[in-house]
């Protein structure tokens, strides 16, 4: 029982742990003038919900794409969110590595599969991890679009490298449709 014990204080602990992504801002946006950045937690969240509609529109798995989304930034509780213009200038442990390190006293079925969706996430090439790396491109460009819409002038930038970066046919139109709508143009869909 003793044994038992201490997996589930690593496991819950790996959990307490998680929820520092719900109080840990996306740095890189302060370097565009963001004042108040969404958090890593809402970055992940709508991450995942893009990913499975990218999956549903390209006929991967959607629950399997965003598992990989919900996973993608977790590493972030230990190495922060840092901006692509500080990694310049640091070595970064692998995200694998970090992984290992916040799952060492969970349930070994809790590091077994966490460690093998951030393994697939970060070397797989399967279309899940091709879905799942779009999503975390498209939310980034419509974060940006939003923080346009809201004032900040210094995120076009992150959206040229964005759409840049995306492979998907399905991810490729809705980052054109999103950049030509406006952020609150959903709620046409019932004041018509």
């Known amino acids: 029982m003793a044994e038992h014990d201490d997996t589930a204080r690593g496991t819950a602990g790996y959990l307490l742990e998680m929820g520092m992504l719900k109080r840990a801002k996306r740095s890189g946006w302060w370097i565009a003038g963001v004042k108040d950045p969404e958090t890593i937690a809402e970055h992940s969240f709508r991450t995942g919900i893009i990913g499975s509609v990218l999956a549903m529109m390209e006929g991967a798995d959607p629950a399997k794409v965003a598992l990989l989304c919900l996973f993608h930034d977790t590493q972030e509780t230990r190495v922060s969110d840092i901006p692509h213009i500080g990694r310049r200038y640091l070595e970064a442990t692998s995200n694998e ?96």
């Open 97 to 192: 590595k970090v992984t290992a390190d916040q799952l060492a006293d969970a349930h070994p079925a809790v590091q077994a599969g966490v460690q093998r969706v951030v393994e697939e996430y970060e070397h797989g090439d399967s279309l899940e991890v091709i879905c799942a790396h779009d999503a975390d491109k498209l939310e980034c460009l419509i974060q940006a679009v939003e923080y346009r819409e809201q004032g900040c002038s210094n995120v076009q930038g992150w959206i040229d490298s964005s759409v840049a970066k995306l492979k998907t046919a399905s991810a490729q139109v809705l980052a054109e449709a999103a950049l030509n709508m406006t952020s609150v143009e959903w709620q046409q869909t019932y004041l018509r």
